[in-house]
C-alpha cells in the first residue's frame, strides 16, 4: 500500500471542523495522526470523530511525535508564527491559517527558515482553491484573455453590518484614537493573493480606508464600544507588468458570504468569478471575447472540483478540500509548492504599502513600506 501522510492539528474548533477536517477524511493519501488543542475537550472530540490516534494539549508535544509528518497550524491568528515556526524547526512541513503574521519581514523570515530545512509551506489561502479562480489562473498562462489590461478584486459581505455582531480576533486594547486596518487584512489580503497570482507583482498602490460604523461590539468587551476599525478599504494598483487593478475590502456591503469576485480583462477575452453562495450554489464563472461580447456561463472542467463535491458543497469544505489534496499531493508526489509563506509574505507586504498609502494620502511604491 502506498504510503500515508501523517497530518497533526493543532487548533481543532470552528475552522477545523467546517474546513480543514473534511479535507483529510476525504483524502485517501492522509491519515490524521494527532490533534491537539489547549481544550483538551476539543481535542478528545474531533480526535475520536476522525480516528486520530493521539491527543495533545500541548504543540511541542504534538510536534515531538514522530508519526507527524505534516503540521496544521489553525489556531487564532497571534499564535500562527511561533506555532509554525516550531513546526518548521522540528522538520515538519506547514500549513497555516493566514495570516502568518501581520507583518511582512517575520513571514519573510519564516519562508525562509522553510527553505533552509527543506520543508513544505502553504497558507490558507483559501480562495486559490475555488474552480472557477484556477480556471481563470489558466487562461491567463495559457494566453486565452491575450494582454491583461484590469484586474478586478472584491471581497465584501455583511457579516459586521449589525454593530451587535462581534467582532472577533480583535484586541481589546486597540488605540481607540485612531483607525485600526480591518477588512484591508482580514479580506484585503486574500485578495491580494488573489490579483498578484492571476496578475503577477504589483508595483504601487493608491488607497483609502474608512470607519462606517463608529461602534460596534467586540469579543472580549461588555456592550458597544467606540473603537475606529477598518470597515471598508479601497485601493488602485499598478502592476508590474503594466495592468491596472481596482481592489475593494468590506466588512459592511450587503450579500453572502465570502463575497469574492474576480474580474479579469484582456486583449482576448475577459472572465468574471463570483464566490458568492446563492441559492445553494457556491460560485459561478463567465466568459466573453471581443467577438462575442455577451458573458456565457462556464461549467468546471473535468477534475476542478475535489472527488465527491459539486457546486452545492458549502464553500469552505469545497475549496479546503481542494487546498489539502493540492498540499498532500505536493508532499506525497514532490510536486512544486504554490500558496506558500513566500506568498503570505508577499501579500503582507502589500497590505502595509496600501495601508501606508492612505495614511499619508499618496502613491506607495511595494517594498518601500519595509524600507
Ligand atoms: N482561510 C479562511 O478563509 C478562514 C476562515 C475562517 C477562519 N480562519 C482562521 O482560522 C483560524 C482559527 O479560527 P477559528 O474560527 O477556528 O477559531 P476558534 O477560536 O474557534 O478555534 C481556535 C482553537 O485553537 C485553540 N488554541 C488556541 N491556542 C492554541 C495553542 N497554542 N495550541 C493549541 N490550540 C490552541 C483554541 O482552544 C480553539 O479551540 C483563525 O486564524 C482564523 O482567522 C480562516
Excluded at 484586474?151 to 459586521?160: A, L, P
Excluded at 481592489?247 to 479579469?264: D, F, H, T
Excluded at 498540499?327 to 507586504?349: H, K, M, V, W, Y
Aim: charged share 25%; glycine share 8%.
Amino acid at each position: 500500500m502506498a504510503r500515508k501522510l501523517g497530518v497533526g492539528l493543532i487548533g481543532a474548533h470552528t475552522w477545523a471542523e467546517k474546513a480543514h477536517l473534511p479535507g483529510y477524511a476525504a483524502h485517501p493519501g492522509v491519515t490524521l495522526a494527532a490533534v491537539c488543542d489547549i481544550d483538551p475537550a476539543r481535542a478528545r472530540a474531533v480526535a475520536d470523530k476522525y480516528g486520530a490516534p493521539a491527543v495533545y494539549t500541548d504543540a511541542r508535544d504534538l510536534l515531538a511525535d514522530p508519526a507527524v509528518e505534516m503540521v496544521d497550524v489553525c489556531t487564532p491568528t497571534d499564535t500562527h508564527l511561533p506555532l509554525s515556526l516550531a513546526a518548521i524547526e522540528a522538520g515538519r512541513h506547514v500549513l497555516c491559517e493566514k495570516p502568518l503574521h501581520t507583518r511582512a519581514q517575520p513571514a519573510f523570515d519564516a519562508a525562509r527558515r522553510a527553505d533552509e530545512k527543506g520543508v513544505r509551506t502553504k497558507l490558507g489561502f483559501t480562495f486559490r482553491y475555488s474552480p472557477a479562480i484556477r480556471q481563470i489562473k489558466a487562461w491567463v498562462d495559457d494566453g486565452t484573455l491575450g494582454e491583461i489590461f484590469h484586474i478586478h478584486g472584491f471581497e465584501q459581505n455583511s457579516q459586521f453590518l449589525d454593530p451587535d455582531f462581534p467582532l472577533r480576533q480583535f484586541p481589546v486594547d486597540s488605540p481607540r484614537d485612531r483607525l485600526i486596518p480591518s477588512s484591508i487584512i482580514g479580506y484585503g489580503s486574500h485578495l491580494v493573493d488573489l490579483m498578484r497570482w492571476i496578475g503577477g507583482e504589483f508595483a504601487s498602490v493608491a488607497s483609502t480606508m474608512k470607519n462606517f460604523v463608529p461602534e460596534r461590539t467586540v469579543r472580549g468587551l461588555e456592550g458597544r464600544q467606540r473603537f475606529m476599525v477598518e470597515d471598508g478599504a479601497a485601493a488602485i494598483v499598478e502592476f508590474a507588468g503594466g495592468a491596472h487593478g481596482l481592489l475593494q475590502s468590506s466588512y459592511i456591503a450587503v450579500g453572502n458570504y465570502p463575497g469574492v469576485e474576480i474580474r479579469v480583462y484582456g486583449s482576448k477575452g475577459a472572465a468574471v468569478a463570483r464566490l458568492i453562495t446563492e441559492y445553494g450554489v457556491a460560485e459561478s464563472l463567465h466568459f466573453a471575447t471581443p467577438e462575442a461580447v455577451e458573458f456565457r456561463k462556464i461549467e468546471p472542467a473535468a477534475g476542478a472540483l475535489p472527488p465527491g463535491t459539486t457546486l452545492s458543497t458549502p464553500w469552505p469544505e469545497l475549496y479546503y478540500r481542494n487546498l489539502i489534496r493540492f498540499f498532500a499531493d505536493e508532499i506525497l508526489e514532490n510536486r512544486p509548492g504554490e500558496c506558500t509563506f513566500l506568498d503570505g509574505a508577499r501579500s503582507q507586504e502589500i497590505i502595509d504599502a496600501i495601508i501606508r498609502a492612505h495614511a499619508e494620502r499618496r502613491w506607495v511604491t511595494v517594498g518601500e513600506a519595509a524600507a
